[in-house]
């Protein structure tokens, strides 16, 4: 038989713990705002896909902590090839991301010759290689509306967002057909129910949800213009149509302001927290700053393809 090594046993405060590695580590914690609470109030930094694009450019740390999920850490990596790139979980993955593959993706850009390709951000490092630009919600429409009108466009992988941003710039565009879990399960009949039982709420949505959600949304914005409304408008009661994490945020700058979360469709399920980013936890959070894995690592050839799609959407931004 052989003998199994004893794991050191987890410290009594983590939170603490979690603190005193960062400072050894000179490293950096980079949360998204559908990270578990607990996580979100131990991170340095908390936003969306583009502000966390923007921190892990601009970082002088020599470790960067990423709890979000894989293609977020990705990025990280791709504009930090020296730095040491952490993720609490490894299969804190993306439906997104996973609905476009490369292999199928390179087919379909094929069949689209001269077209300009436009990737949101949530999609893998494979992806963001084959792509011309890289976007996010928060600058998707900014960035179309910066292409000459002439230029044939192919955007993906989200075809909510796409459609989003056509009917925002009047530009058509070839859509892959991919799509978010979560923000594919709110119902237009449920926003209607809620909207009934409180007739003076705003609804905010994010751009990724479906088309008949969106048309009855006050607002739609990325999940920082989500927060951001909430904080200019005087109204005091917003159904949040995105994945509820962001309710963290929402309640500690207006602890007064009630901000109901969108239910999904099927009341038996917790369908509208994301299942990846639920994935990391404080304790995953301490393990892999203590073990220094998780690391996240990519081939240089795939890293420098996806930098430059990167850097043309932090320059058009």
């Not at 928060?138 to 466009?153: E, G, M, R, T, Y």
């Not at 565009?173 to 705003?202: D, N, Y």
């Not at 006050?218 to 159904?239: K, R, V």
């Not at 995953?284 to 998780?294: S, T």
């Amino acid at each position: 038989m052989f003998a199994t090594l004893a794991r050191p046993p987890l410290p009594t405060d983590l939170v603490a713990a979690i603190q005193a590695l960062k400072q050894e580590l000179n490293a950096v914690i980079l949360a998204h705002y559908y990270q578990d609470p607990a996580i979100q109030d131990v991170a340095d930094y908390i936003g969306d896909s583009l502000g966390l694009s923007r921190q892990a450019a601009q970082t002088t740390a020599d470790v960067i902590v990423f709890a979000g999920v894989h293609f977020m850490a990705e990025t990280a990596k791709i504009l930090n090839p020296t730095k040491l790139v952490l993720l609490p979980d490894l299969a804190a993955g993306c439906s997104l991301a996973d609905s476009c593959p490369p292999d199928a993706f390179a087919a379909f850009k094929a069949r689209h010759p001269n077209h300009l390709v436009i990737s949101y951000i949530n999609c893998t490092a494979e992806i963001k290689a084959l792509s011309d630009i890289i976007c996010t919600s928060s600058n998707a429409v900014k960035i179309v509306q910066q292409l000459p009108a002439d230029q044939p466009l192919i955007f993906a992988p989200d075809r909510n967002l796409g459609r989003y941003v056509m009917a925002q710039t009047g530009r058509q565009m070839v859509l892959w057909e991919g799509s978010c879990i979560v923000h594919e399960t709110f119902s237009e009949r449920r926003i209607l129910e809620l909207k009934a039982q409180h007739p003076t709420a705003q609804v905010i949505a994010h751009p990724e949800c479906e088309e008949g959600v969106l048309r009855h949304a006050d607002f739609i914005g990325s999940t920082t213009a989500l927060l951001t409304y909430t904080d200019t408008h005087d109204q005091d009661t917003f159904i949040v149509v995105t994945e509820p994490g962001i309710l963290h945020q929402m309640q500690r700058r207006h602890p007064h302001k009630t901000f109901i979360p969108a239910p999904p469709r099927d009341q038996t399920c917790n369908c509208n927290e994301c299942p990846f980013m639920r994935l990391n936890t404080l304790e995953k959070l301490y393990l892999c700053m203590r073990d220094r894995q998780p690391q996240i690592d990519l081939p240089e050839d795939i890293r420098r393809a996806a930098l430059q799609p990167i850097q043309r959407m932090l320059d058009l931004s």
